[in-house]
C-alpha cells in the first residue's frame, strides 16, 4: 500500500502540487489532467526520482525516504520521455536495465525473454530498437519498467504515439499485468485509461479535485446514467488548455 501525505512540490516560485493525499492499493489507476497539472511531478515523486518540497511517501506504512534502494526495488518507471541507444537489440537494452537494477547475472537472460514475450516484442529480441515503431518503442519501455517484477508500476504518458491498434494492445498488456500491483497510469487523453482504470484521479493545477472508482468520479458531476468519463474530463478542465 502506498499512502501520500501532504505532498507539495514548489518549482523556484511555481507551486507544481498542492498538499496531495491519496492512499493506493492494488488497481489500475488512471492520473488524468491536462498538460502542466502535475502528473508527471506526482509520478516523479512516487517513483522516488525527485523529491518532494513537503509531505511525505510512505510504503506499507514505511517513509519510502527510510527505505532508500529497498523501496526502489518494487518500482518499475516508464518516464515521460525515454531515450534509448539505437544500436543496442531489445535484449541488449533491456540486459542493460536488469544490470542497472542489480538482478542477478544468471537470471537476467531467462527474465528478459519472459519480459518480452508480456510485452509481444519476442518476436523482435535480436533486433535493433532504432529499426522499432514508435509502438514497440513504447512496449519496450514497459519492458524495462517490468524488469524485477515490480509490485508498483508507474507509466507517464505511457500511450503518446500509439497508433489505434497498439493502443488496444497496450491495454491488453496491462490488463494482464495487473494482478496484485499498483498500476499508475498518467494520461490527457480520457479513451486511454476509461477501459481499463479501476480508480480515477484527477488533478488540476497541482490540486487533487477528485479520486475514486470510476463510478464514483462520474456521480461528482452528474447522476445522470449517461454521463461519460469524457463529460467529467470536459467539466473540470474545459477552461484548460490541452
Ligand atoms: P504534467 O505532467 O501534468 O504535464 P508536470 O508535472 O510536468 O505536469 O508540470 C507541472 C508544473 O510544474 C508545470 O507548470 C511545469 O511547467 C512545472 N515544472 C515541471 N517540472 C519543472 C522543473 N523541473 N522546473 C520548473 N518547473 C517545472
Ligand atoms: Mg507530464
Redesign the pocket.
Known sequence: MLELKNIS?I??N?K??DNIEMTLEPGIYGLL????????????IIADVIDSTSGEVLYDGEPIKKLGDDYRRHIGYLP?KVGYYGNFTAANTLEYFALLKGLEKTKIKESVKEILEKVNLQASINDKVKTFSGGMKQRLGIAIALIGNPDILIL??PTVGLDPKERINFRNVISELAKDKIIIL?T?IVSDVDMIAQYIIL?KK?ELIGMDTKDGILKLVSEDENITLEDVYMHFYKDEEQ
Open positions: 512540490k518549482y523556484g511555481k507544481a502540487l489532467g491536462p498538460n502542466g497539472a502535475g502528473k508527471s511531478t506526482l509520478m516523479n515521460q507517464d504518458e498518467s490527457h488533478i497541482g
